[in-house]
């Protein structure tokens, strides 16, 4: 496993790369407050897919409220291939969600 590493292989950072011995299995992406996938971020999952031989891509966009976000429509290509998720972080009030971006900050160097 590795995250966060440029790969060589497929030309862009990819978040995080599961291994299964010595093939590569499945390719994350996340993001923060994201209300769509980008181009960008599917160009680095085909990559990844076409590259290292991934078999399944996931995107999954992590939300401090938990609110609905918009999936857009799947490519043929993409139907059994790329899955996305939303995470939500269920903080309730305008204050909870404050003190979280806070302490993100605080933690961040």
């Given at each position: 496993?590795?995250?966060?590493?440029?790969s060589?292989?497929t030309?862009?950072y990819?978040?995080l790369v599961?291994?299964?011995?010595?093939?590569?299995?499945?390719?994350?992406?996340i993001?923060?407050?994201?209300k769509?996938?980008?181009e960008?971020?599917?160009?680095?999952?085909?990559?990844?897919r076409?590259?290292?031989?991934?078999?399944?891509?996931y995107f999954?966009?992590v939300?401090?409220?938990?609110?609905?976000?918009k999936v857009p429509?799947?490519?043929?290509a993409?139907?059994?291939r790329?899955?996305?998720?939303?995470?939500?972080?269920?903080y309730?009030?305008k204050?909870?969600?404050?003190?979280?971006e806070?302490?993100?900050?605080?933690?961040?160097?």
């Open positions: 496993m590795f995250a966060r590493k440029f060589p292989q030309g862009f990819t978040d599961i291994f299964q011995g010595r093939k590569a299995r499945i390719a994350i992406e993001k923060w407050r994201k769509e996938i980008t960008k971020d599917r160009r680095a999952l085909a990559s990844a076409k590259n290292l031989g991934v078999k399944k891509t999954y966009c939300i401090p409220d938990g609110s609905y976000r429509q799947k490519r043929k993409e139907k059994f790329l899955f996305e998720r939303v995470v939500g972080l269920d309730e009030t204050q909870q969600i404050e003190a979280f806070q302490r993100r900050q605080d933690s961040r160097v």
